[in-house]
């Protein structure tokens, strides 16, 4: 079996110098006549993408929202009101945009169980920096530089360390809402500068919240890294097979490092963005998101055990997420009942493929 | 399961027509989704012979150790102890059946005593049903003591050495009172010394009357210690008999279905200007004093034991682990090498032996996997064009003669051939000037060997500088120009192809040397 | 290894010593503190952290993790309460057999969804944690059990005193003493470590992996669901928010106690202990005159203290391949 033609040099080190350095230059080689044996032609895929698509959680994920959005419309009468609508997105773009970041680190096959207590210590920063009579500014960049600086401290845990990241961020998780109980106490900071409120409660073009332009300029920024870029491509390898990434000379302490930074720095937006809608502070601030943020990036289609996932996704998860509290808080359903639904979504969505592939396989079987 | 089907007059070697077989599987078939892992295969084995279980990798040999051990149920054929029929739906089943296995690499329990790992499963209990510990600690240290072991059963087991652990699994298989004991690779990990003392404990329990099928891929190891053997290929039975009345050529011959001559596609290279000097490398507890230089066009073979730092002195050239000391010079010029990446940039690639731990993204599409090494390449200002990856992907892929279904297919659902062309191609991608390989036709057929070979002379021919690791003494002596062998962490001698014998190597691998007493240069 | 070789690896005799250094310092600031009376006490308050972080360890032992435990408590603890108000007449030891039995079926059902759908736990119990928790919303309405509707017996029993201890403590102590037989000396605790510390080596040494993670998700449960009367009876009052966010405290406790979060390392003394040292800081902060909102900050530090210990403890070094260089310059010489 000969599986090289001499005539077709493979590029060494030896004519680097000399060739251009793109992928165009095989290219060519690739089409180079071919002697024989003849060349096996290697399809690029088997699935057109359509099909591909059809097939996907995604698409399982829209016709959810699309059920939801219809059952919304008829519960309600007032549901299709365009200002409804809006209001609709406030209950959860801030927990998306953290989601959207956090995706990427579950993706490296890490977690970060610590983002609601990094949007804690944040407000209670930024309550403190407006109640010594900061500018509006100065308050928005200590909550953002809070965020960030609270991811730095889990990457430099999670990749100088070496911790696992669940038991880090439990560890911080506790120490940065700590922080914010142990400053605040059992108070709240209520007065914010001019202009504050515009965060969480300002609209860009007429009913276009800044929140929900935000987190979409976000989502494509997040679609655009993961899907479109070496980043996004290293992620993904990461997240599959940490040591291979390593062999293939990925920077995958770096990559992770910045991953968590840029968690906690979402975590800092979103800090921003609820302080300024709520216009108070407690160090009580965002309890429990942690676990509603992590639902939404599993929902997403995210695996818990990495590499696998797209933004696509964790946006959809986060519109079914929304649209199903809002559609409740329509019925006047509490929320707590929203969280069974959320509950046994996430178990469900999950174990149902599973099931099925499981059921057919016996049938297989049972049909000699 | 059909256990009623006649049995048909077995047809037993002449010599061992008086011994009632121990154990007889007869037309063991197993499916699993689109493969037909194991078909209509049959094995027999006698109390007080071991029989060696032969078959490239992929011929089902693992299959049928876990159908015999009950981790997985045949989809037909049927089992049979002493003659009566047996079906395993739990590997309790066959343990408390008697069948027991000690798998590759003898994995246990490591932070458990070595009297619990012996009892793991199967502990005695007293009569409220807790853990008899006096009597687990009583019976262990009596096995162990039938085994000379030098350690006692309050041994946490991850302080013993591989062979050791070794040992412990026997000590296992005889406290279940196993009549047959299969033993899958288990020379892989150790040194000469100690695979000599397992073959010992195999002739002990050879000698209790105990079954012992033996999988090895070493033939001198089975025409050592095994009386019988039986071939498989591609999931079906090709060959069975007593080990005396065949050798080693009938057996490759049945192994690979057609009569194989080994020979290397060596290609005559003159070799050109110096790429890389290698000066007293060294690393706190891996290896000392290695130095070597490499021309373009030259592969350099590296020879060893398992075990001798060959893997660990490569990998800390790439930049995987730090030297303690030493200096490299690539291309005439001294380079400080601390990561793979700046491995890469100075044109030195490792292509490393665990494809699917080091060396591919299983669940990556294939097209995902050639570009990992060279994203920038294919990508500008960090955004990947998908049309230059997959050019560069199937121009790889058609010229090692790829077999998959399509470039966005899965890594992990190719052979172990398919997947090696594809790290290698990885690897090329980054059109480096050195490349180490780490025993490159691991865990390869035998067809797909000579391709990987004929290939690694091709890249020499095109002026790459190849250092090739190999535990392989045939592909060593019929790939390399010179030949590094290294023992205990150090470079042992450097051998020039001329007149290089096997046996040369293998004194000073295993250090029974009586000759060249220096230091390679 | 010598004895004080192998004591300084020994995590819980570290853990000890920081432990007994913690009261120390306590002591220099208020020596009212460490009196056999006032450690009772830490002890009896600690005590359902202890029992739930006992049950957590059977969990991560097998690399799993149980996030639903505070919710099980709260589910259990509330149903405990209603059935006692509707129906006082029912016997005290059957009702807590009943919360028991009860958070054990919950437990069951996070096994059997990582057992026999084979998903990740920690995606199962985040689903279950909020499905729990919203059932005791559902159960109750939103409503409270408050002190006055529960029958006197029913929130008499953990009070009770027996030898000077109340009889939460003894519990828990009852627990501990189960748990440390069970673990060290019963073929299914044993599974547990077998299992964790090497999933494939314990198929193949005949013991069923699943089961053994399904059994320490029912231990876990069943644990939870004591701790669900243990909790409503001591506070005496029972609403859907009770004990939330608990769990990160349970899991804490185990980390601090050397229990590996990656399976098959851990003991029950370690959990236990883990367990004191946050319930030790958390009831010492007031008396050496730190507010106590400073303490959930303190025991984020001490997590992360722990845990970075625990990890270069567990780290392991490279195979050693040279010999000593002493016998490798004789080679050379010779």
């Not at chain 2, 290089?500 to 004194?507: I, P």
Request: aromatic letters at 6%; hydrophobic letters at 50%; charged letters at 15%.
């Amino acid at each position: 079996m000969t599986m090289l033609t001499p005539n077709v040099p493979f590029s060494t080190g030896q004519d680097r110098a000399g060739q251009n350095r793109g992928g165009q230059d095989r290219a060519e080689l690739g089409r180079a006549p071919s002697p024989t044996p003849p060349i096996r032609r290697i399809p690029d895929r088997t699935d057109a993408p359509l099909t591909a698509l059809l097939k996907s959680w995604e698409a399982l994920l829209l016709l959810l929202a699309a059920a939801i959005f219809t059952a919304n419309s008829f519960a309600s009468p007032y549901f299709l009101d365009v200002w409804n609508l809006s209001d609709a997105t406030f209950n959860f773009t801030e927990k998306a945009i953290v989601a959207l970041a956090l995706a990427f680190v579950i993706l490296a096959g890490e977690i970060d169980i610590s983002v609601a207590g990094i949007i804690a210590l944040s407000s209670t920063l930024m309550g403190a920096t407006a109640a010594a009579g900061q500018p509006m500014p100065v308050v928005v960049g200590v909550g953002l530089l809070t965020g960030l600086a609270c991811g730095a401290v889990n990457g430099l845990l999670v990749t100088g360390l070496e911790l696992p990241s669940i038991v880090a961020t439990i560890g911080t998780m506790s120490l940065f809402r700590g922080l914010a109980y142990g400053i605040l106490g059992d108070g709240a900071y209520t007065r914010y500068p001019e202009g504050f409120a515009y965060f969480g409660q300002g609209y860009v073009w007429e009913w276009l919240s800044f929140e929900v332009t935000v987190f979409l300029g976000l989502a494509l920024l997040a679609g655009f890294l993961l899907h479109r870029t070496s980043l996004g491509r290293a992620v993904r390898a990461i997240g599959h097979n940490p040591t291979a990434a390593a062999f293939s000379g990925l920077k995958v302490r770096r990559i992770k490092f910045w991953l968590f930074a840029a968690t906690g720095l979402a975590a800092g937006v979103a800090s921003v963005m609820l302080t300024s809608r709520l216009g108070s502070t407690r160090p009580s601030i965002a309890t429990g998101w942690e676990l509603e943020i992590v639902t939404m990036v599993v929902l997403g289609g995210v695996a818990i055990t990495g590499g696998v996932g797209t933004i696509p996704g964790v946006v959809l998860a986060a519109l079914v997420m929304g649209l199903l509290t809002f559609g409740l808080g329509l019925l006047n359903v509490s929320g707590i009942i929203m969280s069974i639904v959320v509950g046994v979504m996430l178990i469900a969505v999950i174990a149902l493929p599973v099931l099925a592939r499981k059921l057919s396989n016996r049938m297989r079987r049972s049909t000699p | 399961m059909t256990m009623s089907t006649p049995v048909p007059p077995a047809r037993l070697p002449d010599d061992s027509a008086q011994d009632a077989p121990l154990l007889e599987m007869r037309g063991i078939t197993k499916l699993f989704p689109g493969v037909r892992a194991l078909s209509d295969v049959n094995l027999t084995l006698r109390a007080g012979r071991v029989t060696a279980l032969i078959g490239e990798n992929g011929a089902g040999k693992s299959t049928l150790v876990k159908t015999m051990t009950g981790i997985y149920r045949p989809d037909g054929g049927d089992i049979r102890i002493d003659g009566a029929p047996v079906v395993f739906t739990a590997p309790a089943m066959a343990e408390s059946a008697g069948i027991t296995a000690i798998h590759q690499e003898t994995v246990l329990f490591d932070e458990l005593s070595v009297a619990e790992n012996i009892f793991a499963g199967h502990a005695p209990t007293t009569r409220f049903g807790l853990i008899d510990r006096k009597a687990m600690m009583a019976r262990a240290g009596a096995l162990l003591r039938t085994l000379d072991a030098p350690f006692g059963p309050h041994t946490r087991l991850k302080d013993l050495s591989i062979g050791q652990r070794h040992l412990v699994a026997v000590a296992r298989a005889l406290s279940v009172e196993a009549r047959v004991i299969i033993m899958d690779e288990p020379t892989a990990a150790l040194s000469q010394k100690e695979a000599d003392e397992l073959f010992a404990i195999v002739a002990r329990l050879k000698a209790q009357g105990r079954a012992i099928l033996f999988i090895s891929h070493k033939f001198e190891e089975v025409f050592r210690i095994a009386d019988d053997y039986a071939v498989f290929r591609d999931g079906r039975s090709v060959g069975a008999g007593s080990l005396a009345d065949t050798d080693q050529a009938e057996i490759v011959r049945l192994m690979v279905g057609r009569p194989v001559e080994q020979t290397f596609p060596k290609l005559a290279v003159t070799p050109g200007e110096l790429v890389l000097e290698v000066e007293d490398y060294a690393h706190p507890t891996e290896f000392d004093g290695v130095s070597f230089h490499l021309r373009r066009g030259e592969i350099l073979g590296l020879y060893g034991l398992v075990g001798a730092g060959r893997s660990e002195f490569c990998q800390s050239l790439f930049g995987i682990t730090r030297p303690s000391r030493g200096r490299l010079r690539i291309k005439g010029r001294d380079t400080v090498i601390r990561s793979p990446g700046d491995a890469i940039r100075a044109g030195l690639v490792y292509v490393p032996e665990e494809r699917g731990r080091h060396g591919a993204v299983l669940a990556m599409p294939i097209v995902d996997n050639m570009t990992l090494a060279t994203l920038a390449e294919v990508s500008r200002h960090g955004v990947i064009s998908r049309a230059r990856e997959f050019a560069l992907a199937r121009c790889y892929a058609e010229r090692l003669d790829l077999r998959a279904a399509s470039l966005s297919q899965p890594v992990g659902t190719l052979s172990g051939g398919n997947q090696q062309k594809i790290v290698i191609s990885k690897w090329l991608a980054t059109r480096p000037d050195i490349i180490i390989l780490d025993e490159p036709s691991k865990g390869i057929d035998i067809g797909s060997k000579a391709a990987v070979h004929g290939f690694i002379s091709e890249l020499a021919a095109q002026g790459l500088a190849v250092i090739m690791i190999s535990s392989e003494l045939p592909e060593i002596l019929g790939m390399s120009d010179r030949v590094l062998v290294m023992r205990e962490g150090r470079p042992i001698h450097l051998y020039d192809r001329a007149g290089l014998t096997a046996e040369t190597l293998v004194r000073a691998a295993t250090g029974n040397t009586d000759t060249h007493p220096e230091l390679a240069a | 290894m010598t004895l004080l070789n192998r004591l300084l690896k020994s995590r819980e005799a570290l853990l000890s010593v920081a432990g007994t250094a913690l009261l120390g310092l306590i002591a220099l600031r208020a020596p009212g503190f460490v009196t056999p009376g006032n450690l009772a006490s830490v002890f009896t308050d600690t005590a359902i952290l202890i029992i739930l972080a006992i049950g957590q360890t059977a969990v991560i032992l097998t690399r799993s993790i149980d996030l639903s435990v505070a919710a099980n408590l709260a589910l259990t603890g509330m149903a405990g309460a209603m059935l006692n108000a509707a129906h006082p007449e029912i016997p005290v030891p059957l009702l807590v057999l009943a919360s028991a039995a009860m958070g054990m079926a919950l437990g069951a059902v996070n096994g059997l969804l990582v057992w026999k759908v084979g998903l990740p736990s920690i995606v199962v119990t985040l689903g279950t944690l909020t499905i729990f928790r919203g059932s005791a919303f559902v159960l109750s309405g939103g409503e409270w059990v408050n002190t006055f509707q529960m029958s006197p017996a029913y929130l008499a029993l953990p009070r009770a005193t027996l030898l000077g201890l109340p009889m939460l403590a003894w519990l828990a102590v009852a627990v501990i003493g189960l748990a440390a037989l069970g673990f060290a000396r019963s073929p299914v605790g044993r599974a547990l470590y077998a299992v964790g510390g090497n999933p494939v080596a314990a198929v193949y040494a005949g013991i069923d992996a699943g089961r053994t993670v399904f059994r320490a998700f029912c231990v876990s449960g069943l644990l939870a669901g004591l701790c669900g009367y243990l909790w409503v009876s001591r506070f005496a009052v029972a609403y859907v928010d009770i004990a939330a966010g608990f769990e990160l405290d349970v899991i804490a406790a185990c980390v601090i106690g050397g229990v590996s979060i990656s399976g098959g390392v851990g003991s029950v003394a370690g959990a236990v202990l883990g367990a004191l040292f946050l319930g030790v800081i958390k009831n010492a902060l007031p008396v050496v005159g730190v507010s106590p909102f400073w303490q959930m900050s303190i025991s984020g530090a001490i997590i992360i203290a722990a845990v970075l210990l625990n990890t270069r403890a567990e780290r392991r070094k490279g195979r050693i391949i040279l010999r000593h260089r002493a016998t490798a310059g004789q080679e050379a010489g010779a």
